[in-house]
């Protein structure tokens, strides 16, 4: 196909997306009896490269004797164009084979926005969109990622969907396919669905229905008696039984993460209410200092970059992390390499990090505060007092930093404009500490809107409408004003909407997403390309409510649309973190208190390899009155964040 596809690369933006060759990149061998994937990413090749666990999985899949991995990415609108007109399909940017010579696409979902973009490149590969019109030569969809705990809005579109770790299962999937394979595809597709369904960590949309009361969703059943009423997620007990990617793929061109990653841990503890990627991927699970090490230390010998992040999602609660960044700056292989931490927790970071990470090239630093006010931080659990950040940000500034950016949430349960105004009085505070180091001092502050999320304590919450949130940005443009270096982004509230809509969505909300793509709304998370008027127009074509979907509270005994999924986690122990919420009752991280009986534990056999001797100093559990009634939430309380400050 190469020779195809190669006199259009003079017609498009950026033709380095699409022709491969990168450090690290595989040229597998196929052959008829081996099962052929095709990992996509379904955003560009600067956005899906960099993602770690296609990376993890490419390499997994392509150790293996009867299988093959390669990559593909979601072409932008100008090689899309190009490749309709020259009737030309999606195609691996490995080899740059048709993607309809493949046995499975994978999409890895780490956004909703991107689930157009899904259906772009199934059918740019020469597949049905619709699970229900593929026949036997189409490709397989699977799905994974973050997403997939909530697949209702998609279910008909994909043929499979993994929950959780993909490290073990994406093998019992292959070992499906060759068996199906090599006895001559017997049964056809249904056939392999059904071993598909009992694959544990593996959903099949079609083997199910929901079943619904008028708008109410009362349940959603199998189909069949031997297909599993609930699926589990998968977890993998050891990450240090898993040290990928071994060989990481360095790019030809610029990517948003042009840099070294190495994951220190997966899951997290810390409890934090909105946060799905905290909930869903419990128990902690460290990966040995020793192992970081190694992995840093080959990782620059075989890719050259000279920066390395060390990502989780909060790598400075990882154990020994000083003594990890201190052996990493020490080790003459690595003298010219600086180390960055995305993932910072405020009350874990002080001078013996910044002291150690200033040795290297200066990065940003980034801290969450999340919300800006105590009150409000007990309210989602993030128990971070206001001297623990100004203890960041002078330990930082003190080594020589100038800048950092925080990022706040707006639209939580229970806000008030004092919450929104305090996230800039807490910026001004930052660069008044700042400029005790430099008179250059500024804080970026970054704003986005709050999304209520599948299997968290605020799945029940009712979404702040458009109008609100673009009131609070409003609030937050005229604090702004008053806070000399400080600079203020803000996440678009179009998007928070649509992104709501699919967050909590059931199979309803399908031919929504499939009309938008239809009229032409590809790239939905680019703000350039995001239409609300194309959205609001489907869903008044198919009937569905934004005010039922996004913007009502739900009560205790309502049935979710990925109730039928588990991410590890009791319905009950949600709860009764909603109610703890709104009583304005932080809890501490359970690996130092006792436990909570969440279920990721004891569900999965699994104990914490834990990140955390001891707790941080300070923290207030708070107090608060018991508001709810009869499993519901009174209204009045909910939406206090109509308030406005006097």
């Known amino acids: 196909m190469w020779t195809q596809l190669e006199p259009l690369l003079d017609?498009?933006?950026?033709?380095?997306?699409?022709?491969?060759?990168e450090g690290g990149a595989q040229v597998p061998e196929h052959a008829p009896e081996k099962v052929a994937w095709l990992l996509t990413y379904p955003d560009t090749y600067e956005v899906g490269l960099p993602n770690q666990g296609l990376q993890i999985l490419y390499e997994i899949v392509n150790e293996r004797d009867d299988a093959v991995a390669e990559r593909s990415y979601a072409p932008w609108t100008d090689m899309e164009?190009?490749?309709?007109?020259?009737?030309?399909?999606?195609?691996?940017?490995?080899?740059?084979?048709?993607?309809s010579t493949f046995d499975i696409i994978a999409f890895n979902l780490s956004a909703e926005l991107t689930y157009t973009n899904l259906l772009n490149c199934v059918d740019l590969a020469g597949s049905p969109v619709r699970t229900a019109d593929r026949e036997l030569d189409d490709l397989f969809v699977i799905v994974?990622?973050?997403?997939?705990?909530?697949?209702?809005?998609?279910?008909?579109?994909?043929?499979?969907?993994?929950?959780?770790?993909?490290?073990?299962?994406?093998?019992?999937?292959?070992?499906?396919f060759t068996e199906w394979k090599t006895g001559g595809r017997e049964g056809g597709r249904a056939s392999v669905l059904r071993h598909l369904a009992g694959v544990e960590g593996v959903y099949v949309p079609s083997l199910y229905e929901p079943v619904y009361d008028g708008k109410a969703l009362v349940e959603t059943r199998p189909l069949f008696a031997d297909v599993p009423a609930r699926i589990e997620k998968r977890t993998i007990a050891d990450l240090g039984d898993w040290p990928y990617p071994k060989t990481p793929l360095v790019p030809i061109t610029e990517v948003v993460h042009d840099r070294l990653n190495v994951e220190v841990f997966r899951g997290c503890t810390r409890g934090c209410r909105f946060c799905q990627a905290g909930m869903i991927t419990r128990p902690v699970r460290e990966r040995p200092a020793e192992q970081v090490r190694t992995m840093i230390a080959d990782g620059i010998a075989r890719t050259g970059y000279d920066e390395v992040a060390l990502t989780s999602l909060s790598t400075a609660d990882f154990s020994g992390i000083t003594n990890v960044i201190a052996d990493t700056m020490n080790d003459p292989m690595c003298s010219d390499v600086s180390i960055s931490l995305p993932s910072l927790r405020v009350d874990a970071f002080g001078v013996d990090i910044a002291a150690e990470l200033q040795r290297g090239r200066r990065t940003g630093l980034t801290f969450a505060p999340e919300a800006g006010t105590w009150r409000m931080r007990q309210v989602i659990n993030k128990l971070i007092r206001e001297e623990d950040l100004y203890g960041a940000i002078d330990s930082a500034f003190s080594q020589g930093w100038r800048r950092s950016k925080l990022y706040f949430l707006t639209g939580l349960p229970t806000e008030t404009d004092v919450d929104t105004a305090g996230i800039f009085e807490l910026a001004r505070n930052c660069v008044k500490v700042g400029k005790k180091h430099t008179s250059g001092a500024t804080v970026t502050v970054s704003v986005g809107g709050f999304v209520p999320k599948p299997f968290t304590p605020f799945q029940w919450f009712g979404q702040n409408t458009m109008e609100e949130m673009r009131r609070k940005i409003g609030v937050c443009l005229e604090e702004n004003r008053k806070s000399k270096g400080v600079q203020f982004k803000w996440h678009d509230p179009e998007a928070t909407l649509i992104e709501g809509l699919m967050s909590r969505g059931d199979r309803r909300v399908g031919p929504v997403i499939e009309e938008v793509w239809r009229n032409g709304g590809t790239f939905q998370e680019w703000s350039e390309h995001l239409d609300l008027q194309r959205w609001l127009d489907a869903c008044a074509a198919h009937d569905v409510d934004l005010e039922w979907y996004v913007y009502r509270h739900r009560t205790e005994d309502e049935v979710f649309p990925w109730d039928h999924l588990s991410a590890g986690l009791h319905k009950d122990f949600l709860w009764q973190e909603w109610r703890d919420a709104l009583d304005e009752l932080g809890l501490e991280d359970c690996r130092w208190t006792p436990c909570y009986d969440c279920g990721a534990c004891t569900g999965y056999g699994i104990e914490h390899v834990v990140a955390s001797a001891t707790p941080p100093a300070g923290g207030s559990q708070g107090t608060g009155q018991d508001l709810s009634v009869g499993g519901e939430i009174p209204v009045a309380l909910l939406n206090r964040s109509s308030t406005v400050v006097g």
């Open 144 to 176: 994974g990622g973050h997403c997939t705990y909530n697949p209702e809005p998609i279910a008909d579109f994909v043929d499979a969907v993994v929950l959780g770790d993909g490290e073990e299962v994406i093998g019992e999937i292959t070992d499906v």
């Open 11 to 21: 017609r498009v933006q950026k033709p380095a997306r699409y022709i491969g060759g």
């Open 81 to 99: 164009a190009e490749l309709r007109r020259a009737g030309l399909p999606l195609f691996s940017v490995d080899t740059h084979r048709p993607a």
